[in-house]
């Protein structure tokens, strides 16, 4: 599954987390379309989100307008932490080596700018914590972060 899909999973996927990851190239435009679909599917009547569904035919910066201005109508906050939640759960329902795992964490820690409470996850750290073990736990602190609400 991908990060976006994770997203949509566990009901943290909004407007402004798609403008985000769309912004940060971790989202395509063909998810973006499907997406908006699935709001008109269930129910959605905004006409933003119907251009949305039909887009193809924006430019990418036409669309980011769209979806800007549909992002006003909404109270979801675009967070990275979702994003790094999305990624980490990603990457830990992989059937990748644990050291292909810790190599791709180190690419992950590396894209979210050094998160401090990742650096655990660093094979630099000098904490003794296994990499996996310390991004379990944030894992498991991000979740409560955002489901336990």
């Given at each position: 599954?991908?990060?976006f899909g994770v997203l ?142």
């Amino acid at each position: 599954m991908s990060p976006f899909g994770v997203l949509i999973g566990l009901g943290l996927a909004c407007w402004s987390t798609i403008f985000l990851g769309f912004r940060k190239s971790w989202i395509r435009r063909e998810d973006i379309f499907e997406y908006a679909i699935n709001q008109l599917l269930d129910g959605c009547e905004s006409e933003r989100v119907a251009i949305i569904a039909g887009g193809e035919y924006l430019s990418d910066e036409e669309l980011l307008e769209v979806i800007s201005k549909q992002m006003e109508m909404t109270n979801c906050v675009a967070d990275m932490d979702k994003w790094r939640l999305a990624f980490l759960l990603c990457l830990d329902a992989s059937n990748d080596s644990d050291e292909n795992k810790i190599n791709r964490l180190q690419e992950i820690y590396a894209d979210f700018d050094y998160p401090e409470d990742m650096a655990s996850c660093s094979i630099y750290s000098q904490d003794g914590i296994d990499p996996l073990v310390a991004m379990n736990q944030i894992v498991k602190r991000l979740k409560e972060r955002f489901l336990l609400r």
